[in-house]
């Protein structure tokens, strides 16, 4: 079972470059969010989604775009990449249902911007 | 909007000292989770706590649930190396089934 997949796990990027940071599920889960956590600060959401055709801004979304066209998948766009986004990225997803509603964090994604 | 808080950000304490960190919100939660990050890896769920004044163990960690659901603390007895890492706390927004919003968390450090 793997749970939370996310590629690539470590990328560098010159400024003004695009990238999309993938994210795949394989527990059917609802929810999916996308972090990024700066070194030692705590998580910012940047976008999260309820479900199938379905996004919203989380805290910072700013020069990021996503997708959710199948429950599994919810890429994370950089456009025009940026020394402020270099961070360490998750991804997680989340069931709710009866109560519980536990997160699965990916292992993340460490972007770099030079 | 809801606020999660944890203050301090950092502790350090002495191998074998026990340790307290609190959690606080700005609201009545229903349930609260804590979440533990190793440095370099991803948070991983510990423990949800749902009942006013709930308490719970896993080992050496006991959290427990104010009575008013509106802060939690996790107490760890003679702290272990294994325990480095930062410590989360989150609620639900609204209701029991909404996103979860974290608070910064405490990275804690344990001198051998």
């Known amino acids: 079972n793997a749970g939370v997949t996310q590629t690539p796990k470590f990328r560098i990027l010159k400024i003004g470059q695009s990238m999309t940071l993938q994210c795949a599920q394989d527990m059917n889960h609802n929810y999916m969010y996308w972090y990024r956590q700066d070194p030692g600060m705590g998580l910012k959401l940047i976008y999260y989604?309820?479900?199938?055709?379905?996004?919203d801004k989380g805290e910072v979304p700013n020069g990021y775009n996503v997708s959710r066209s199948t429950t599994e998948d919810f890429p994370l766009r950089l456009e025009l990449a940026a020394p402020s986004q270099t961070s360490v990225y998750f991804c997680?997803?989340?069931?709710?249902?009866?109560?519980?509603?536990?997160?699965?964090f990916g292992e993340g994604s460490w972007l770099t911007v030079v | 909007g809801q606020q999660v808080m944890q203050i301090p950000q950092y502790q350090h304490v002495q191998e074998g000292e026990d340790f307290t960190t609190y959690c606080n919100s700005s609201t009545t939660l229903s349930n609260i989770q804590w979440y533990k990050q190793r440095p370099g890896g991803h948070p991983v769920f510990l423990i949800q706590?749902?009942?006013?004044?709930e308490v719970k163990k896993q080992k050496r960690l006991t959290f427990q649930f104010g009575e008013a659901k509106k802060n939690s603390s996790l107490h760890i007895t003679a702290t272990q190396t294994t325990d480095v890492g930062t410590y989360f706390c989150?609620?639900?927004?609204?209701?029991?089934?909404?996103?979860?919003?974290f608070g910064k968390g405490i990275t804690l450090s344990v001198r051998p």
């Open positions: 997680a997803t989340q069931l709710l249902s009866e109560g519980r509603n536990t997160i699965y």
């Open positions: 706590l749902v009942k006013s004044g």
């Open positions: 989150a609620g639900p927004d609204t209701g029991a089934n909404s996103k979860l919003t």
């Open positions: 989604s309820v479900g199938a055709g379905i996004t």
